[in-house]
């Protein structure tokens, strides 16, 4: 349902950006792996959805870092360490290290030139995708 509207209605969602904000960090607060990681999914889709544009949502998403950064710096180290095992839920895309991380890159990538030092304001441990 969500990724349907980001993908019929892109050009919309820029507007609503900050009526999103609150529903997010309600979300995010709730401490719920599996309710965060449906979170980041979004998250990474609605920074994506407006690609044939100059990345305005991901843009107008960073004056919310505050808001939205503070959980994911709590559950950036929660990687499953398996050993040498294999794990096999990773095309399902659970792992809430992996996922935070990935959500980051995307917002570094499609946030603009501030974005980088938002984002490391909030997460200090984030190395940059596109810096190195």
């Known amino acids: 349902g969500v990724y349907d509207m ?3 209605g892109s050009n919309k969602v820029l507007p609503v950006i900050p009526q999103l904000i609150i529903p997010i960090k309600t979300a995010l607060n709730t401490r719920n792996r599996s309710v965060i990681v449906k979170v ?7 920074v994506k959805c407006d690609r044939n544009e100059q990345s305005l949502v991901g843009q107008a998403l960073v004056p919310y ?7 994911l710096n709590i559950f950036i180290r929660q990687n499953d360490n398996l050993g040498d095992g294999i794990d096999y839920r990773q095309q ?9 991380m990935e ?3 995307e917002f570094e990538v499609h946030g603009g030139e501030d974005a980088f030092i938002n984002i ?3 997460v200090p441990v984030y190395q940059s995708a596109i810096l190195n």
């Open 40 to 46: 980041l999914k979004v998250l990474q889709a609605l």
């Open 65 to 71: 870092y505050r808001q939205i950064l503070p959980v």
């Open 92 to 100: 399902k895309r659970v792992n809430l290290g992996e996922l935070i």
């Open 120 to 122: 490391k304001y909030q």
């Open 6 to 8: 980001m993908q019929v």
């Open 103 to 105: 959500t980051l890159e």
